[in-house]
């Protein structure tokens, strides 16, 4: 079955450090200036099951593989759902709800450890965005990013993850190419400048 699709919902997704948040940025500021209703948004959210998300994140609190992909799920389902600052219902009064990341993250980076049949069958049921923009880079360049930014270190950090983590990304965008979702890939490598020139003609030209 297709899943539903939102329109004015936009997902940005890549790598831990392709620029997500940078874009993010640039778009709210983008959309802030010409005073068009939007919220920015991300995953794992702010709530309580994020919170937790994060502290296993980090490292902090040791769980099964299949028992973070739940996670994931059921702190998505608030943030989809949720009654009073859910997307969907943000969505009826504002051109565009804009988030940093969703469940195409779980697809590329919880199939690595758990079934991947068992987070397809968790996530399939969440409606679609009207737009993915993935933001593509290398994953030597994230690297060297996520040194630079000297942020925190997060258990899929690591080169070798990251390496299946781009490979599931291209499958993933592969398969949802038939959806009615658009698809935008972006070239990740070029300046942030060039990057964002290259999101709003795709995305926000009309
Ligand atoms: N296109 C780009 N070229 C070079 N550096 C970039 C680019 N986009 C972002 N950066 C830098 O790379 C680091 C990671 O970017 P960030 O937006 O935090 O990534 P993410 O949120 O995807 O992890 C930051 O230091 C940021 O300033
Ligand atoms: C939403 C989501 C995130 N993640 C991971 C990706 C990131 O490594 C981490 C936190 O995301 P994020 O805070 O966006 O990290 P970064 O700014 O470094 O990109 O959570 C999953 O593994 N599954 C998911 O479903």
Known sequence: MEQEILKGFIVIEGLDGSGTTTQLDNITSFLSNRNISHVRTF?????ETGLLIRQVLAGKIPLKQETI???FAAD???HIHGEKDGIIELLKSNRYVIS????FSSIAYQSINSDPALVRELNNRFPLPEYLIFIDVSVEECQKRMKQRNGTKDIYDSIEYQRK???NYNRAIDYFSDSSMKV??????QSAELVFQDILEAVFSD
């Open 43 to 47: 995953e794992p959210t702010d709530k």
């Open 69 to 71: 992909a739940y996670l």
């Open 76 to 78: 998505r389902n608030e």
């Open 100 to 103: 940093d990341r969703y469940h």
């Open 165 to 167: 983590v781009l490979e």
């Open 184 to 189: 935008v890939r972006i070239n990740g490598m």
